[in-house]
């Protein structure tokens, strides 16, 4: 059984994850999900309450976005990342006591916990002190996401660095806009594209102003390929990330990819990608200069990141945690 409350929420990197799961092992379990389109306190309630009276006593429940009931032991359980815990500041206070108080309990009453990345499973392991803890990194599906894609352009630039993810502080897009300030009117034909929305979770953030600057909002799934094949690079500056799975989707696509040293950043891009270290406080300004400069390095970025990709698919991740799921 799945635990679907995710499925109520816009999608997202988490919510990606679940759904793509599903549609390559949904008809080979139940799904349980909200009748309303819940959040906040209302989902919870339903995910503590409802959904284990829904389970039956030979089920095997996987909850896929971070949270799931507490009375239910028979329970996998997907962490994509700890940042709740580890930089409470990021996020309104009601959002962080929460997970906690909460998480703690959950990690270790749940059968196993499955975890995006090597470098998230070490955090739990050392967070929580348990060791139910596999690994099974997230994909792509080329058959989408691939250098050919055509779609809505939202009347973009003709040359553009495009960032995608929540405008949460934990992208570092203020980063972003700061060395983009800086070295930005060396390539007065070149915009930055800022696609995103503010999440109902995050504390806001004031960004800096800068020129050349295109806000796109949330973007639907439908145009995510078409805008990552269309950019000159792909620039993901985060402090942390569980994966990172927009970098992998731009590298699908063609684009060269830029990201920093947060989190599992180096893990998952691998030599496929330009990686700045976040304690030199021009390095990202710096990668940014080098890659709309050096056609060379953009080309190269573009034949190690279509090979890098290969290692990582849905279906990969979705034999793994049916693997799990029937081991449990």
Known sequence: MVNGRFLTRRVTGVERYGREILRLIGNRCRV??????????AGHAWEQFVLPARIGPQSILWSPANTGPLAVRSQILTIHDLSPLEHP??????????YRLFWPMLARHV?????PSETVKRKVVARFGVERVAAAPEGVDTSVFHPKARGNTHELPGRYILFLGSLAPRKNLAGLLRAWDAIGREFPDTWLVVAGAEGTVFRTEILPR????????????ADLPALYAGAAAFALPSFDEGFGLPALEAMACGAPVIVSDGGALPEVAGDAALVFPLSEPDGLAQALKACLRDEGLRASLREKGLARVKNYSWQRTANLIWDVLNEA
């Not at 500041?89 to 929460?98: H, I, L, P, V």
């Open 210 to 221: 800068a020129e050349r600057v295109h806000y796109l909002g949330y973007v639907a799934d």
């Open 111 to 115: 059968k196993k916990i499955l975890a």
């Open 32 to 41: 349980e999900r909200p009748r309303r389109d819940w959040n906040g306190a």
């Open 89 to 98: 500041e990021w996020f309104r206070c009601s959002f962080s006591n929460w």
